[in-house]
DNA sequence: GGATCGAACTTTAGGATTGAAGTCTTGAGG
DNA sequence: CCTCAAGACTTCAATCCTAAAGTTCGATCC
């Protein structure tokens, strides 16, 4: 004995068939909630995926695309301290100075200490990081509407402001309290 | 001098000003993508945290949560190997031994060798393990509840379609390739 | 002006995860 | 039977993150 067919690829259940599963454990679950919640969690993990693996391509990992995003959206001359830095990324500064690190060694950012006051570091974005910058943007914005290719306009503008909603709501409810990433999915 | 107003805290930006700051260093930029994107991003990122203090309540973490998950969604008797479970969790073996290491010393599952073939493990739901996930599932019906409190019925579907859309263009254009989780944001 | 408190990083120890190597059983041949 | 390959976990080394000490510099208070 011991067939065991080997199931073609367990793999995820689809959405509804994971709906009704848990609708059979748990009588009083809305489906129609938890169908947006799951979608939007599934979509997320799905999203990260594909963004890594292009940036991958083009020699960066996430988190350090993170660090360059955010350098670029403090705007000209790019430069922030690690603990600033850290606050904006949602990360200890510990874990800050360790991706600084790595950065630097890959010419992607500079790290001086400030001559005003010699306790403060000052990270800065070199050409190069900028560069890296851009190509992530361009391709993550291809992606993004390559993403969206199947919603008009409208549809567009209602999905954002559906989300801006449950994102105000969310942060109303919860007050953020340093905002340190947890866990995934 | 010397006064650095301290300020209040700085913070991740509104959407809009992020928005703002990206279409200056980035021109051709489609705002109605980019925000739907970044709304999407964030909220995820909140609900992750928000899930994550929840849980610690109860006194699991959101991986264990992810596993019990896992085997109540598999239906009685709640049993699945070790390979199977970290499939479905897109998690490598060597982690889901890890974890199911801390879980069984925790009550939450029992770790035993199948009988009939002895190289294979069964990982099984204990009673613990499916009480603490029903209060955890409690818990986070009544916050996915709260989240979606502003959105009309209808809203809700539209929602709830608008992502099942997303998710079957990133699926098609992903096409998966095992599904490691790669990094977080 | 020196001691002290506080701010901004860095270092250290520990937990979690991945990829690769290792172990143990099952099943197929010879 | 014995050997050998494949499958299912587990163990090992390396990476990244957090939490909790350090370190170092600056500012305030006698």
Partial sequence: ????????????????????????????????????????????????????????????????????????????????????????????????????DRMAGEGLVTRDRDENNRVRVIVELTDEGRTKWLEAMRMATDFEEELLQDLAPEERVALGDALIRLLRRVELTQPDAGGRLTDLD
Avoid: C, F
């Fill in 1 to 100: 004995m011991s067939d065991t067919p080997e199931r073609p690829a367990p793999q995820e259940p689809t959405l509804d068939e994971q709906i009704a599963a848990y609708q059979r454990e748990y009588r009083d679950l809305d489906p129609q909630v938890e169908k947006v919640v799951s979608a939007l969690g599934r979509l997320n993990r799905r999203m990260n995926v594909a963004y890594g693996r292009q940036l991958a391509d083009l020699g960066i990992s996430n988190a350090e695309w993170e660090v360059l995003k955010t350098l670029v959206l403090s705007g000209a001359p790019y430069r922030l301290g690690p603990g600033e830095l850290a606050k904006r990324l949602g990360l200890t500064p510990a874990a800050m100075t360790h991706r600084i």
